[in-house]
């Protein structure tokens, strides 16, 4: 809280920026050593009191002119409930409505992604089936573009090794 | 030993229940709502709209709502706080709605009601039914002179004893927002009151 505008006692517009504490003094809601350099405070500030004044006659003026509202009772209560019930059937109506059509989607989202699989699955196995039909067809190339070459080849190497053999023994 | 509850927290957990049995689509329970909160919602809505078929239409519709909400409603609020809060932002869309608002400028105010308000203000109100029936009238050219929200908040505090803090919590406002815009808004009425009374001196004269 500021209090410093409120215990200087300066006649001030400044004062007024307080206008939550004189709100407080008059809804009683302020402590006692509040409440009480409030008083004091207002005893020499001419503008804080005459807007408390104005607060107060101005509280008076709206309860004086306001009749209390009485309630709109039972017709009003049969009214509401009408409206409730309404729109209580009208929820009813729109999830009868609407039950099927959400069976009949979930059903085509699990067909579709079944679908989905299948179609993933079938296209992985088609695809290892063409690999392992180029493996061995290019085997059976190297076989036919080298087929009287390679026992010799074979012979050749087992020769190279034996000779690497002794010269690493010597 | 347990210390017993105070009434208002017992009736306060009384209606915690009710409200929970509607939110489950009890609307036996939901009835015993509306009848418990109908005549405030009502009174806050004549309070804003200053018109009684326009606040019947209101207060049905807020209910209404409410019904629908119900189930999101999770009951960290009081639950009149949380139809409060409906109630006023329904008053405030009816009257976007509205559009052209009929203001009623003080200068708009007759010669007649500006005297019935001065009399009413300085001698403790009509006596005379025929007069009381114009009083709704003058309530209406006296709140006219306030903005929006400034009517909100007095009707909240001043006509349905609403809290400071309740106040702020159905408008979304700082507590001491509230505060202020209260002690001027009362602040503004005297101002009104004045003027009305400068015109019946005037009158006289003439």
């Known amino acids: ?170 | 030993m347990l210390a017993a509850a105070s009434p208002k927290a017992q009736a306060a957990g009384e209606e915690t229940q009710i409200v929970r049995r509607a939110q489950r689509g009890d609307t036996e329970a939901y009835e015993e709502l509306v009848r418990r909160h109908q005549r405030r919602i009502f009174a806050v809505a004549s309070g804003i709209l200053r018109q009684r078929e326009e606040a019947e239409d209101v207060a049905q519709q807020v209910l209404l709502k409410a019904y629908i909400s119900l189930p999101r409603f999770d009951l960290r609020s009081a639950f009149s706080t949380w139809l409060y809060k409906i109630t006023v932002n329904e008053c405030w869309d009816h009257l976007r709605r509205r559009k052209s608002r009929p203001q009623v400028l003080q200068s708009e105010l007759s010669e007649d009601q500006a005297r019935k308000v001065e009399a009413l203000a300085g001698d403790g109100g009509f006596t005379d039914p025929a007069e009381r029936a114009l009083q709704g009238d003058l309530v209406e050219g006296l709140l006219a002179q306030l903005t929006e929200q400034d009517r909100r908040i007095l009707v909240l505090k001043e006509v349905e004893g609403l809290s400071v803090r309740e106040v702020g919590d159905i408008l979304n406002l700082n507590v001491n927002t509230v505060k202020v815009r209260l002690f001027r808004a009362r602040a503004h009425l005297m101002q009104f009151r004045v003027r009305a009374g400068r015109s019946k001196t005037k009158r006289g004269k003439e």
Not at chain 1, 17 to 43: Q, V
Request: overall charge negative.
């Open chain 1, 1 to 170: 809280m500021n209090w410093r505008n409120w215990k200087s006692g300066t006649p001030s517009g400044a004062c007024l920026r307080n206008e939550a504490l004189l709100e407080d003094y008059l809804e009683g809601a302020l402590t006692p050593k509040a409440h009480w350099d409030l008083e004091a405070h207002l005893s020499n500030c001419g503008p804080c009191a005459a807007a408390l004044e104005n607060a107060r006659a101005g509280t008076d003026l709206v309860r004086r002119l306001t009749t209390p509202v009485a309630d709109p009772g039972d017709v009003f209560t049969r009214r509401v409930m009408a409206r409730v019930r309404d729109e209580e059937s009208k929820i009813e109506e729109q999830q009868t409505w609407w039950h099927p059509l959400e069976t009949l989607a979930m059903r085509l989202a699990v067909s579709s992604a079944l679908a989905v699989a299948l179609l993933v699955s079938a296209a992985a196995w088609r695809s290892n089936q063409a690999q392992a039909v180029s493996t061995s067809a290019q085997s059976f190339a190297v076989d036919r573009l080298l087929p009287d070459s390679a026992p010799e080849l074979a012979a050749g190497s087992d020769t190279l090794m034996g000779a690497i053999a002794e010269n690493h023994d010597k």
